[in-house]
């Protein structure tokens, strides 16, 4: 598999030198030994001391583990060129951590699995790459580790801990703007977030003309770039985020081509003014 995107992505975010050491792919099995129909969790972390901006690769699992979920929650990874998604056995990912990042126990993204059948085999990295936070994409050296989970023909007594998710995924601002090079030059609206808790789990847009906030009933799963449907841009822009646990912010653009005597703070102001001077002349007629 390769990820030719990325490539070009990350010559965008390198911001400052990094010195060349090693930096290393490590997964941890949490917990390490369960039974048939039991659940454990395998994260993928980052040890960069050098400085990497930018991750590709795909963690493979063995026949006896049933991959669940994947969840980027809390993960150091700001920018997904390829959102972490499973296939098969295999979950595949491509990010970008812009500015850099050059710390220890990072956290790239975390895969929920279940115990199919009785073994014992490794999870591992392949295809993995890193980049250097240098200016000029250079590969890191990279070191790899894998995780092992035992599955029993019987409960080991070792449970999964639940973590529970109340919080919302982050503020953000969608934009609105328009390229040549994208939808044939048609106005489009981009959007990205995060969420420290479960991870984001989709995006929702809805295009409404009204003339105070609407309340849209009727909501279109989109992924960014989102291409407008009404390309006069005189409807309200509503985005909404969602997360594995349920949580949801919406964010909201006000229509871009209304004209001034249209905007509803104008109107009021007029309709203000007007009762006013309704009121002035009705005492002035009386006194």
Not at 78 to 102: C, D, H, M, T
């Amino acid at each position: 598999m390769k990820f030719p995107a990325i490539n070009a992505a990350i010559s965008l975010t390198f911001l400052f030198a990094s010195p060349v050491m090693a930096a290393e792919l490590y997964l941890k099995a949490d917990p390490t030994a369960i039974g048939i129909g039991e659940s454990a969790k395998v994260e993928l972390f980052l040890d960069s001391p050098e400085g990497v901006n930018a991750v590709q690769g795909v963690v493979a699992f063995p026949p006896q583990l049933k991959i669940k979920e994947v969840s980027d929650g809390n993960s150091i990874i700001n920018l997904w060129v390829e959102r972490p998604a499973f296939k098969g056995q295999e979950v595949s990912f491509s990010g970008i951590s812009p500015g850099g990042y050059a710390k220890e126990h990072g956290l790239v993204l975390t895969i929920f699995v279940e115990g199919k059948s009785v073994g014992s085999d490794a999870v591992f990295l392949k295809e993995a790459q890193a980049f250097l936070n240098d200016g000029q994409g250079t590969p890191a050296s990279l070191l790899l580790r894998r995780a092992t989970i035992k599955v029993a023909a019987v409960s080991t007594g070792e449970q999964l801990a639940e973590e529970e998710d109340d919080v919302p995924p982050s503020d953000f601002r969608p934009v609105i703007a328009s390229d040549p090079n994208i939808f044939d030059g048609k106005y489009f609206v981009t959007f990205a977030t995060q969420d420290k808790g479960s991870g984001i789990d989709y995006y929702e847009v809805a295009e409404e003309r009204s003339f105070f906030r609407p309340r849209p009933e009727i909501w279109e799963r989109a992924e960014s770039p989102y291409l407008l449907k009404d390309q006069e841009l005189k409807s309200w822009v509503l985005v909404r985020a969602a997360d594995r646990a349920g949580n949801s912010r919406t964010e909201v653009l006000r229509p871009g081509k209304i004209p001034a005597y249209q905007q509803p703070l104008t109107i009021i102001l007029i309709l203000f003014v007007v009762i006013v001077l309704i009121i002035w002349r009705l005492r002035k007629n009386i006194f």
